[in-house]
């Protein structure tokens, strides 16, 4: 592996200096001056200390609860609770970003296996590639950094081996011999955005939509816009690929790549530009701590929709919903039809809105695929703190975590993607079911 740090390199012998010292020596006395502002911290106490600051962040969120309830008496010390609210909501949101920010790392951590990478592959696949790498020093959660590893290495992999040409074909589309991969990075609102950008052939959409009949993912009436024929891409084992390379992982690794993705709370896209190359985009949250939700209410219990998944949310028109035979509700949003999924009845609730012009409807998107959850109410926005749920219950599809509110309930987060495969299983069980009847 290439050493990418000179200053660490035994290659060459320490030069003295005049007064005796080493040029290494002086190095080194000059780097622990530069690092005497820093210290290394295990990484367990870390993550004691954001949980301690999840805590912090909920009896915060207890106390706003608390003087909200406040009857109109003591104007004085109702006053005097709100000024402690505030400066508690102050010293709650710095010390939340300060710890935080302990865990973050630039992504060149994961940016610097590339450079070996790419150069070996070339010389394999016998084509000539130029690396560009924008962005390196983006900081991102030192988990987010750990993870994404992988599936950005299958990514370029998958663009060295199917996207960019050899040097003879790339001249007969009038294109320089030398392809180009692009590694970039840079945060957008609460998010790091990775890309993974080449100038090859594109996606061949024929292609993939002729595989996707052939395995019966999709039917041949469909009608698929592009974005949902590229994200075909993502089914597990697809592959267009007539031989097997193991290159880019033998046409098992997409599926792979979106599960990882998924995990960490993100999304992945393909925008496409055929004989031009395509772009692979993949959006992750800053922290996995910590959450911007929307609370919803279904019957008499609350849930939290991550903000990033919405789309908008609207009141319901009952005339512009049409229900299809072994299928679910659809619902007419100007230009097109969105799956409707009762909430009430997916999670098996008792009581809830029924009536579409009672209720509201959530427009959410994941992996290209919009659908409307259908909930009796807004309870407003905020900041929650994640809990995981795997150390006390099984993995339940379509719900991630959970959170605790103000008022000390527990309220669940939904997993968009998991929630639309799960409303996806339950029409293909009624269509098999309308069938058998």
Same mark, same amino acid.
């Given at each position: 592996m290439?050493?990418a740090?000179p200053?660490i390199?035994s ?9 005796g ?5 002086k190095?080194a ?5 530069q !690092?005497?502002?820093?210290?290394r911290?295990?990484i ?12 912090l962040?909920?009896?915060?969120s207890m106390?706003?609860q ?7 008496g003591? !104007? ?32 060149s ?6 450079p070996?990478?790419v150069?070996d592959?070339?010389k394999t ?9 924008i962005?390196?020093q983006?900081?991102?959660d ?14 370029v992999?998958n ?27 840079y ?9 993974v950008?080449?100038?090859g ?10 595989k ?7 039917g ?15 089914q597990?084992?697809f592959?267009?690929?007539d031989?097997?390379s193991?290159v880019s992982?033998?046409?098992?690794g997409?599926d ?7 995990d ?5 896209s393909?925008a ?13 949250p800053?922290?996995?701590a910590i959450?911007?939700?929307q609370l ?8 939290i929709v991550s903000?990033?998944s ?22 007419r ?5 969105i ?6 009845e997916?999670f ?10 009672d209720?509201?409807?959530?427009v959410?998107?994941a ?6 959850l ?14 995981s ?5 099984t993995?339940?599809?379509?719900i991630?975590?959970a959170t ?5 309930t527990?309220?669940?987060?939904? !997993?968009?993607?998991?929630l ?11 269509q098999?079911?309308s069938?058998?009847?």
């Amino acid at each position: 592996m290439v050493n990418a740090n000179p200053a660490i390199s035994s290659a060459a012998p320490p030069e003295k200096s005049v007064k005796g010292q080493s040029a290494t020596e002086k190095k080194a006395a000059s780097s622990s001056k530069q !690092d005497s502002g820093s210290i290394r911290v295990g990484i367990d106490k870390i993550d004691a200390l954001i949980n301690q600051v999840g805590e912090l962040v909920i009896v915060q969120s207890m106390l706003s609860q608390i003087g909200s309830s406040l009857h109109e008496g003591g !104007d004085n010390m109702i006053e005097k609770l709100f000024d402690g609210i505030t400066q508690l909501e102050r010293n709650t949101r710095e010390l939340q970003e300060s710890v935080l920010q302990i865990r973050m790392l630039p992504i060149s951590f994961s940016f610097n296996r590339f450079p070996r990478l790419v150069r070996d592959l070339s010389k394999t696949l016998e084509k000539k590639i130029d690396l560009q790498m924008i962005g390196e020093q983006t900081e991102v959660d030192k988990t987010v950094l750990e993870k994404i590893g992988d599936p950005l290495v299958h990514l370029v992999r998958n663009s060295l081996d199917h996207g960019i040409e050899t040097p003879e074909v790339r001249r007969e589309k009038g294109k320089p011999d030398t392809g180009t991969l692009t590694l970039q990075a840079y945060h957008e609102g609460g998010d790091i955005i990775i890309k993974v950008i080449d100038d090859g052939a594109g996606l061949n959409r024929e292609r993939i939509l002729s595989k996707a009949i052939e395995r019966g993912i999709v039917g041949e009436a469909e009608e698929l816009s592009d974005e949902r024929v590229f994200n075909l891409i993502f089914q597990p084992g697809f592959s267009t690929a007539d031989t097997i390379s193991d290159v880019s992982g033998r046409g098992v690794g997409m599926d792979v790549v979106r599960r990882n993705i998924r995990d960490l709370g993100g999304h992945v896209s393909i925008a496409n530009n055929p004989d031009a190359g395509s772009t692979v985009t993949i959006r992750l949250p800053l922290t996995l701590a910590i959450l911007d939700g929307q609370l919803v209410r279904i019957g008499e219990e609350t849930y939290i929709v991550s903000l990033v998944s919405i789309v908008e949310s609207l009141q319901m028109q009952p005339e512009h919903t049409k229900s299809v035979a072994g299928s679910s509700e659809l619902y007419r949003l100007r230009d097109e039809y969105i799956p409707v999924i009762r909430m009430n009845e997916l999670f098996g609730m008792q009581g809830g809105t029924h009536d579409f012009s009672d209720g509201l409807l959530v427009v959410v998107e994941a992996d290209g695929q919009r659908v409307g959850l259908f909930v009796d109410d807004l309870l407003g926005q905020q900041q929650i703190v994640i809990k995981s749920l795997e150390s006390n219950f099984t993995q339940i599809q379509g719900i991630s975590g959970a959170t605790i509110l103000g008022d000390g309930t527990v309220a669940l987060i939904m !997993d968009v993607p998991g929630l639309i495969q799960r409303h996806h299983e339950c029409c293909i069980r009624k269509q098999r079911l309308s069938n058998v009847a």
